[in-house]
């Protein structure tokens, strides 16, 4: 009867309270005595109460700026909670997870490490046993992320990432600060190789196309970067990134070497035509505007730049490239007072900027 009313009371109420209470009769028809069937679903319900009962303590964190004590107490509640769900049902990987958030953010980094070892311990069990869910490969992957952040070492961070691709390959979170902790530490071959890989699932990704296109150009791979952009636009001609990826190399192009005048005027002619087709395709690709900006400057097609300038600015005003350009226009036109104006706004909108108090 307990057991029941407990099963009930869990479909009907969600309140904190009511949990409690669902968690009181689940105790007391273990205390009485069930069968071998019952006993299991009892245990797995008081094991999920507890832990709904820990989650609704923590939202009371969520957007509130309590007193120091209440976090603690708070967060010590929840601990409690946890706890006895894991006790109750030590499959309950959830738990182990909040539990290790909780001590991560009370900076106790070795008790979050082994919390978070024990939920890999078991979605990797689960996944060895043959399980097809891919939610919970998904959710290893993750649990294989956080447990990285918490390592000192940079060479065991990657380790752990790359594990969290191989859980998941299709996880872009793990792909960005795996590509991102290769490339800190100049490994970047492996870096490049894991974006390359990324792209043959996920050909649209727009970190990966753009991360690839950076990494070819910061290893002065000009033609190598050239080609693969033109292959892709051949494939995907209606991509309007890949134009204003493209327009970019183009301008790196003239502005790097020793290339003739008629030479980087093409090519910025060039990225001025891809940047007309990125926007053609998609009028709010801002990327593009910017770059059209840039180039039109560079090309003293000084009124295609005010007007991609003050559109720029009514979109994004806090771009502090908007301010260099404007500067570097109203310089070009002899407009100096204007420049310093242009500047002097931009610096009120990012007053942390220090490049543009140097510029100032």
């Known amino acids: 009867e307990a057991f029941e009313e407990a099963s009930r009371l869990r479909v009907t109420e969600t309140s904190k309270e009511s949990l409690g209470k669902v968690i009181e009769l689940c105790k007391k028809a273990l205390e009485l005595g069930l069968d071998e069937l019952d006993t299991a679903d009892a245990k797995k319900l008081l094991g999920a109460a507890n832990f709904q009962r820990a989650q609704k303590s923590l939202e009371e964190l969520a957007g509130a700026r309590l007193p120091a004590n209440r976090v603690t107490k708070v967060t010590g509640e929840a601990m409690q909670d946890l706890q006895a769900a ?3 049902d030590p499959d309950l990987v959830d738990a182990y997870v909040m539990k290790a958030r909780i001590h991560l953010l009370r900076q106790e980094i070795g008790k979050g490490g082994e919390a978070l070892d024990a939920a890999r311990t078991k979605l990797q069990a689960m996944v060895d046993a043959g399980e097809r869910d891919p939610d919970v490969k998904k959710k290893l ?43 800190s530490v100049g490994r970047n071959d492996e870096a490049q190789a894991i974006v390359q890989k990324f792209l043959e699932t996920d050909p649209d990704n727009e970190y990966a196309l753009r ?15 050239s080609r693969f952009l033109n292959e892709r636009i051949e494939k995907q001609p209606d991509s309007s990134l890949l134009y204003s990826l493209r327009s970019n190399l183009l301008m790196v192009k003239a502005s790097t070497g020793s290339p003739e005048p008629e ?31 840039r180039i039109s400057l560079a ?46 706004r931009h610096v009120q909108l990012n007053t942390k900027t220090r490049m543009l108090h140097k510029q100032l």
Do not use: H
């Open 299 to 344: 090309l003293k097609d000084y009124q295609q730049a005010k007007k991609d300038l003050d559109y720029l600015q009514e979109k994004r005003p806090e771009i502090p490239d908007i301010a260099f350009l404007k500067m570097d226009l109203a310089i070009q036109e002899k407009r100096v007072g204007d420049a310093i104006s242009a500047l002097e």
């Open 141 to 183: 992957s993750e649990v294989i992320i956080m447990r990285s952040v918490s390592r000192q070492d940079v060479d065991d961070r990657i380790e752990d990432l790359l594990k969290a691709i191989e859980a998941d390959p299709e996880n872009e979170r793990a792909i960005q600060l795996t590509v991102e902790s290769l490339a």
């Open 86 to 88: 894991i006790e109750a």
């Open 263 to 293: 030479e980087r005027k093409a090519w910025l002619e060039s990225g001025k035509t891809d940047c007309d087709k990125a926007i053609e395709l998609d009028a709010e690709n801002l990327d593009a505007y910017l770059n059209r900006a």
């Open 211 to 225: 991360r690839l296109v950076s990494m070819l150009v910061q290893g002065e791979k000009m033609d190598e970067a």
